[in-house]
Nanobody, 123 residues
Framework: QVQLVESGGGLVQAGGSLRLSCAAS????????MGWFRQAPGKEREFVAA????????YYADSVKGRFTISRDNAKNTVYLQMNSLKPEDTAVYYC????????????????WGQGTQVTVSS
C-alpha cells in the first residue's frame, strides 16, 4: 500500500514556473515507478510524465516535453515535477500516481493515486 500526498500547486502567470512535490508513505518507494497526470475542467485525465524506479528513465507527453521535468529522491520518498514556461492550457488538477515496478503512461496502469493539487496559469 502506498499513500501519496501532492503539494506545490498554485496560481502563476503564463511563462512562470512551479515545482510540484509528491510525498509517498511506506518503505518501498524505490520499488514503484511514478507518474504525473492532470485533469482540466471538462476533460479526461491525461498523462504528463513518468519516471522509472531508479530515476534513470523519464517519459513525457508531447505537450510538456522540453518544459517539464520529472525527478525523484528515493531517500526522501518524494517525486517532483518542475514546470517551466507555463501556459494557460497547463491549468488543471495535477495528480501523482504509483505503479509497482514498471513504468507506464496509461492511467489504468497505476494503482495508487494522490488527492491532486490545483495549478492555475493566468494569461
Amino acid at each position: 500500500q502506498v499513500q501519496l500526498v501532492e503539494s506545490g500547486g498554485g496560481l502563476v502567470q503564463a511563462g512562470g514556473s512551479l515545482r510540484l512535490s509528491c510525498a509517498a508513505s511506506g518503505r518501498t518507494f524505490s520499488s514503484y515507478a511514478m507518474g504525473w497526470f492532470r485533469q482540466a475542467p471538462g476533460k479526461e485525465r491525461e498523462f504528463v510524465a513518468a519516471i522509472t524506479t531508479g530515476g534513470g528513465n523519464t517519459y513525457y507527453a508531447d505537450s510538456v516535453k522540453g518544459r517539464f521535468t520529472i525527478s525523484r529522491d528515493n531517500a526522501k520518498n518524494t517525486v517532483y515535477l518542475q514546470m517551466n514556461s507555463l501556459k494557460p492550457e497547463d491549468t488543471a488538477v495535477y495528480y501523482c500516481a504509483a505503479r509497482f515496478m514498471f513504468v507506464g503512461t496509461a492511467l489504468e496502469e497505476y494503482a495508487y493515486w494522490g488527492q491532486g493539487t490545483q495549478v492555475t496559469v493566468s494569461s
